[in-house]
């Protein structure tokens, strides 16, 4: 079957550091996509990573991991607008085509 | 920068009515896919969409579902006879490169 887990929520202080973890089972993986959601709004693409190690763009950093079935999103400088929602999602591929398998993200609160 | 559109922004209609939900996915993808989000629960696949066929669907995308491209820009996702549990954003999403760009959702709401 398909699982994909992350912590539900987590807090963190104005300028610190947070990491937030996710660990998936799927069949035909084929890449690890973040996406940023606010509530009522539509998920932002953050990162993506395929091959293992560690993909950088600015303040977010990503992390695979495929033989562990790991990966990480690393969150530096935080900012009150970056309290929202944040989705692992899987890309499956199956029968020639991708669907994206998301986990039900992990809610970060960020306070001064 | 080209972005997925979706209409209406929010629809709301009688249970066993028939509802259609609109995008326009970027001009020069060809991957297309309708996900859905219940308030307060995760985004799940719904369907996906290639080459004017359907290419999976996932045990949400029953007989009451349907999406088709009836012109070449926009795509569509029918509801025949909405149920109360269809309340939900539905969100199209359209794939180039390595990521899936998502429109701004419609908020369908049966009552």
């Known amino acids: 079957g398909q699982n994909i887990d992350q912590p539900t929520e987590m807090t963190a202080t104005e300028g610190a550091i947070v990491q937030i973890n996710c660990t998936y089972q799927?069949?035909?993986?084929?890449?690890l996509f973040w996406y940023q959601q606010h509530a009522g709004e539509a998920p932002t693409f953050l990162s993506y990573n395929v091959l293992d190690g560690l993909e950088e763009k600015g303040r977010f950093s990503s992390f695979l991991s495929r033989s562990k079935g790991y990966s990480y999103l690393l969150l530096k400088e935080l900012q009150m607008k970056d309290s929202a929602s944040y989705l692992c999602a899987v890309r499956s591929f199956s029968g020639g085509y991708n669907k994206l398998i998301f986990g039900a993200g992990t809610r970060l609160a960020v306070h001064p | 920068e080209p972005e997925v559109t979706q209409t209406p922004s929010h629809q709301v209609t009688q249970m066993g009515q028939e509802v259609i939900l609109r995008c326009v996915p970027i001009?020069?993808?060809?991957?297309f896919y309708w996900y859905r989000q219940i308030l307060g629960q995760k985004v799940e696949f719904l369907v996906s969409?290639?080459?004017?066929?359907?290419?999976?669907k996932s045990e949400i995308f029953d007989d009451q579902f349907s999406v088709e491209r009836p012109d070449g820009s926009n795509f569509t996702l029918k509801i025949r006879s909405t149920k109360l549990e269809d309340s939900a954003m539905y969100f199209c999403a359209s794939e180039g490169e390595n990521e899936q760009y998502f429109g701004p959702g419609t908020r369908l709401t049966v009552t």
């Open positions: 001009s020069n993808h060809l991957y």
């Open positions: 969409f290639y080459n004017n066929e359907i290419s999976e």
């Open positions: 799927t069949s035909g993986f084929n890449g």
